[in-house]
């Protein structure tokens, strides 16, 4: 062994050695202007060796022999430039690039762990840069599924997103969960759905892949990933600050500011976001509801350690307290009121209801630049979130169902990945990740039973005026006496106030190892395979407290002491490991230089799921997908003319159900399952056209029919055979225009409509009718004028129409047969002033 060892130390020694043999070419690139360009390609088409320049825009490229070269630069939006020179000692060569006439924004993803143009990564992506999104006024994180094909985002709070791709779900805030959608930021995992909606203020990018991502983006991109990448300190002086005021009383304020501490070595960003909004639907019992207020902050170091050697480091804090969440009663009116969800309501405890959520995190990205064809990538992060969501699960002003949601979660992770290039033929990367996640829910109930119990009552006897008359809540001061019916607990008293609470808790480990190769058979032929093994060790814990004081109610449902919840007497606890592998296999063949063609099969997973209830624990088998996919990406006309298409089918087994029902004899039941079966098919299109320098076009499409399989894995008929996945239209699409002519040589102005259409969706797998939202559509536009390319005023208006529509229904309420509805956003429209420094 210690020959072995010692035989690799001198082959590294010798292999240094060789790398540093020849000579040195070296030099900066810059803009016309002197400044540095970041990430520009600087490539020996002789000898198939190249760089990319850094920071501060130096490159380098060693161990080239003497002899004549043509020397190529280039980089995205700036004309590429070629120049012989001849090398016979160590030579400085620098270049100074001139922006391209004009080009599509969002061409450049990193994916595949390496910066590529878009049309060349087998896979479906949908890249968007912060410009664009500025552009269209994206100011919440669920409006970037209006520009997405293939991705829809519900938004009930900061606290519950529903992220669906491709008709798969992602929304259960059980710590013992995996997501079926990985969300990373930075390149850290940031999906536990508590903890996942971040601001999107001073980004780079956003990129979602669409289909199994488990190679690239870990253990739960089941069905996809999205990737928000923010800013990160640059050497530049720069800054902005944009204001803005709006209808409901809206309030924005963001910024940044980024500047050198020391010159060409360390970099610092600080950006911030004030984003406040009035809620627009008015509670009788106090407050608004469907508001916002978040505040945010963000910091970034990079630190230039040597001419191969950058370590960024970014810390966030978001702390989010908006309004309580309008769960507006479908069955029963307000006092003066109807049922209409986009109406007032009249939901209990008023201004008591709302979120309190903190969530920060830091992570350090360590990149080192070993030589032209290895790269060493270190990413360490830091996490966590803390909520707290008070909200009326009944819809209406009576004390029944008072809820609070407290969750907790705090993350480690390292990863470690090798990144190798040689002879423009083979690229790729393998390496190491260590993820470590502590998380808990409770959900305490507060009632009055007197109110829970003709709930109750109601529910038995289908006499929804035992509950409610005219908007006003009735009483039970005792379960009635009639022994016949409720045997020793007839005429029993009721409390006035009683609370429980159950809670689950999630603490998990895992480690994966990873590859990613890609081989070009022929310069336009390649093929990409990606495999990941996972190691996982899952605990799990559950327990329910009993009541403060034991509940009568409880005694007719099998819950006694308590109203809701079955007693655990104490934490019950369950632990197992796992070991899986997903992979993937892509093929990628460049038609012309203009049109790419793929195709690719990959397999997904969702982690095992060890459920615990009162009755004992459950070991769920872990969710999987098989998906098909081909397509074709096209880049035209110097980069201003992208147009892709798709087509995926997928198989989805062991199709993880949970369904809470109330029943008289047992109370509130949430029953897992998971041999659930279906299958999917649909195709994706986008299209985005530049027609002038700053001045486009784009629309995109996405069709998809998801439903349940007649028969589950064990070949029994599903009882959800033939149904539709919850929150899936069929049809949805978007388009828009931004159009921005300049008026004189320092100012433009600007004109930015655009459209987006989804067709009817169900908010339940059930598929109830009353519980779904009919086909509607959503215009929006932005004007405004730009002078001197550093002052910006606009006006905008979202949801021109003011389109009535919801974005959830039944809820918690569905459980007990009332079920409630959560209006989507009426029209807002403001006025925003931005200004570069």
């Not at 270049?95 to 969002?106: I, M, N, Q, V, Y």
């Not at 369950?574 to 992979?583: D, I, K, P, R």
């Not at 990406?633 to 997928?650: C, G, H, I, P, W």
């Not at 067709?759 to 730009?786: H, M, R, W």
Request: proline share 4%; charged share 20%; hydrophobic share 35%.
């Amino acid at each position: 062994m210690q020959k072995f060892y010692s035989l690799c130390v001198l082959f590294f020694f010798c292999y240094i050695s060789y790398a540093q043999n020849g000579v040195k070419l070296q030099g900066k690139i810059t803009t016309e202007d002197g400044e540095p360009i970041t990430g520009a390609n600087i490539t020996v088409p002789e000898i198939s060796k190249g760089t990319t320049s850094d920071y501060s825009g130096d490159y380098q490229i060693q161990a080239i022999d003497k002899g004549t070269y043509t020397i190529k630069v280039s980089f995205i939006g700036y004309r590429t430039l070629t120049k012989e020179v001849t090398l016979n000692t160590n030579t400085t060569l620098n270049f100074k690039l001139e922006e391209s006439a004009f080009e599509l924004e969002g061409l450049v993803v990193t994916a595949q762990k390496r910066e590529q143009k878009n049309k060349d990564v087998p896979i479906a992506i949908t890249s968007y840069g912060n410009e664009f999104l500025q552009k269209q006024n994206v100011q919440e994180f669920d409006q970037l599924s209006e520009f997405v094909p293939g991705l829809q985002i519900q938004l009930q709070s900061a606290n519950n997103p529903g992220i669906v791709i491709r008709g798969i779900t992602s929304d259960n805030g059980d710590s013992r969960v995996e997501p079926r959608v990985s969300v990373f930021q930075n390149g850290v995992s940031i999906s536990k759905s508590r903890g996942s909606v971040v601001e999107l203020y001073d980004i780079d990018r956003v990129e979602v892949l669409k289909g199994p991502q488990g190679t690239l983006f870990g253990r739960g991109a089941e069905i996809g990933a999205m990737h928000i990448i923010n800013n990160t300190a640059k050497n530049e002086n720069a800054g902005k600050l944009t204001l803005g005021y709006g209808n409901f009383n809206q309030f924005r304020a963001t910024g940044y500011v980024n500047t050198p501490l020391v010159k060409d070595k360390l970099f610092v960003r600080l950006a911030g976001i004030y984003s406040k909004r009035d809620g627009f639907i008015d509670n009788l019992s106090g407050g608004d509801l469907n508001g916002k207020e978040t505040l945010a902050f963000r910091g970034s170091l990079k630190y230039m350690i040597g001419m191969n050697t950058t370590l960024d480091v970014i810390a966030n804090w978001q702390h989010d307290t908006p309004p309580g969440t309008a769960f507006k009663s479908g069955t029963y009116a307000p006092v003066g009121g109807d049922t209409n969800p986009t109406h007032f309501a009249d939901l209990e405890r008023g201004k008591e209801l709302g979120l309190d959520r903190t969530v920060y995190d830091i992570t350090a990205n360590l990149k080192h630049h070993i030589n032209e064809n290895w790269d060493f990538t270190s990413i360490t992060a830091y996490r966590e979130f803390d909520s707290d969501e008070a909200f009326d699960a009944d819809g209406t002003a009576a004390p029944a169902l008072f809820f609070h949601e407290i969750a907790k979660g705090k993350q480690f992770s390292q990863e470690v990945r090798f990144n190798f290039s040689a002879d423009d033929k083979l690229h790729g990367f393998f390496g190491g990740n260590f993820f470590f996640e502590d998380g808990s829910q409770a959900a305490p109930l507060i009632t009055n039973e007197q109110s829970y119990g003709a709930l109750i009552l109601s529910y038995l006897t289908g006499n929804q005026d035992l509950f409610m008359v005219d908007g006003v809540p009735q009483f039970f001061p005792a379960i009635p006496n009639d022994p016949d019916t409720f045997g020793q607990a007839a005429g029993a008293p009721l409390n006035e106030a009683n609370r429980e609470s159950y809670t689950n808790y999630g603490k998990n480990y895992s480690g994966d190892i990873f590859a990613d190769v890609s081989y070009s058979v022929i310069p336009s032929l390649s093929f990409t395979l990606g495999l990941r093994g996972t190691w996982e060790n899952i605990n799990a814990g559950y327990e329910v407290e009993d009541a403060e004081t034991p509940s009568f109610i409880g005694a007719l449902l099998s819950t006694y002491p308590n109203n809701l919840f079955a007693p655990t007497n104490g934490r019950l606890e369950a632990s197992e490991n796992f070991l899986s592998t997903v992979g993937r296999f892509a093929v990628n063949f460049e038609a012309s230089k203009q049109l790419s063609l793929f195709g690719n099969i990959a397999r997904g997973r969702r982690p095992n799921v060890i459920n615990i209830d009162e009755t004992g624990a459950n070991t769920l088998a872990a969710e999987s997908v098989w998906s098909y996919e081909v397509g074709a990406k096209s880049l035209f006309l110097n980069n201003r003319l992208q147009f892709d298409v798709n087509a995926y089918t997928y198989k989805y087994r062991h199709f993880q159900t949970s369904i809470t029902t109330f029943d008289p004899e047992t109370g509130i039941n949430t029953n897992p399952d998971d041999s659930g079966s279906a299958t999917s098919y649909g195709f994706e299109t986008a299209f985005q056209y530049a027609f002038a320098r700053n001045s486009n076009f784009f629309a995109n499409y996405s069709y998809i029919d998801a439903s349940f399989d007649d028969e589950d894995e064990n070949g029994n008929e599903q009882e959800l055979a033939g149904n539709t996945f919850r929150l899936t239209p069929k049809h949805s699409f978007s388009l828009g225009v931004n159009y921005q002519p300049s008026i004189t040589k320092n100012m433009d102005l600007y004109v930015r409509p655009s459209y987006s259409y989804k067709s009817k969706v169900f908010f339940e797998e059930t598929n109830k009718p009353g519980v779904s939202q009919d086909a509607y559509g959503l215009l929006n536009f932005k004007v405004g004028t730009i002078i001197n390319k550093k002052y910006e005023v606009n006006f905008f208006m979202n949801n021109v129409l003011d389109e009535e529509y919801i974005i959830d229904g039944g809820n918690t309420g569905g459980g007990f047969g009332i079920p409630t509805f959560i209006a989507g956003a009426p029209r807002f429209y403001g006025v925003q002033a931005s200004v570069k420094f």
